[in-house]
T-cell receptor, first 114, second 114 residues
Framework: KAGVTQTPRYLIKTRGQQVTLSCSPISGHRSVSWYQQTPGQGLQFLFE???????NKGNFPGRFSGRQFSNSRSEMNVSTLELGDSALYLCASSLAGQGVNEQFFGPGTRLTVL | AQSVSQHNHHVILSEAASLELGCNYS??????LFWYVQYPGQHLQLLLK??????LVKGIKGFEAEFIKSKFSFNLRKPSVQWSDTAEYFCAVNANTNAGKSTFGDGTTLTVKP
């Protein structure tokens, strides 16, 4: 079974631009979560989507948004990029997101904001 | 709110030494507990997990962890480390009713000297 895939793997943007990251979960997984990983803040939860609905949300500004499609693929968008948005963005999928479930992580998208 | 505390930020050991990494969490309900490992340049991989039952869980590569409910702890152990165990280790928790949102500790960097 293929793992979680994320595209692109690397991105370089400038301040003020916007960016869209993509995540394809493991086949059959309906829950997709996004995390931001930085050296200073560690792994921070952004949001979770389940059945095309945002089910959980972390403490990030409204510039960070996401969506999920009917095939469970998810996209994350960051508008008006700031230098501090430079990070590794990780996507994780799980079967249903409740109860006894573990998350499987993708390789991440490394975003650099100049 | 959930929180996770990892006591050691950086641990340096010689090969064959024993390892114990501390993890304490804060949450009032039923939790799922995880240890993840991130090798240099690779994505997060699950080492082991605890959902219920035997509080001593065994994972991959000879790692084990013990859940002590009264201490809100989930410490990771390995009797004899190898150079290839050099990596960053993350403890994580999610609520049994909200498994799509995980809270991670800050991570512990383990360096094993050959």
């Amino acid at each position: 079974k293929a793992g979680v895939t994320q595209t692109p793997r690397y991105l370089i943007k400038t301040r003020g631009q916007q960016v869209t990251l993509s995540c394809s979960p493991i086949s059959g997984h309906r829950s997709v979560s996004w995390y931001q990983q930085t050296p200073g803040q560690g792994l921070q939860f952004l949001f979770e989507y389940f059945s095309e609905t945002q089910r959980n949300k972390g403490n990030f500004p409204g510039r960070f948004s996401g969506r999920q499609f009917s095939n469970s693929r998810s996209e994350m968008n960051v508008s008006t990029l700031e230098l501090g948005d430079s990070a590794l963005y990780l996507c994780a999928s799980s079967l249903a997101g409740q109860g006894v479930n573990e998350q499987f992580f993708g390789p991440g998208t490394r975003l650099t904001v100049l | 709110a959930q929180s996770v505390s990892q006591h050691n930020h950086h641990v340096i050991l010689s090969e064959a030494a024993s390892l114990e990494l501390g993890c304490n969490y804060s949450y009032g309900g039923t939790v799922n507990l995880f240890w993840y490992v991130q090798y240099p340049g690779q994505h997060l991989q699950l080492l082991l997990k605890y959902f219920s039952g035997d509080p001593l869980v065994k994972g991959i590569k000879g790692f084990e962890a013990e859940f002590i409910k009264s201490k809100f702890s989930f410490n990771l152990r390995k009797p004899s480390v190898q150079w290839s165990d050099t990596a960053e280790y993350f403890c994580a928790v999610n609520a049994n009713t909200n498994a799509g949102k995980s809270t991670f500790g800050d991570g512990t960097t383990l360096t094993v000297k050959p």
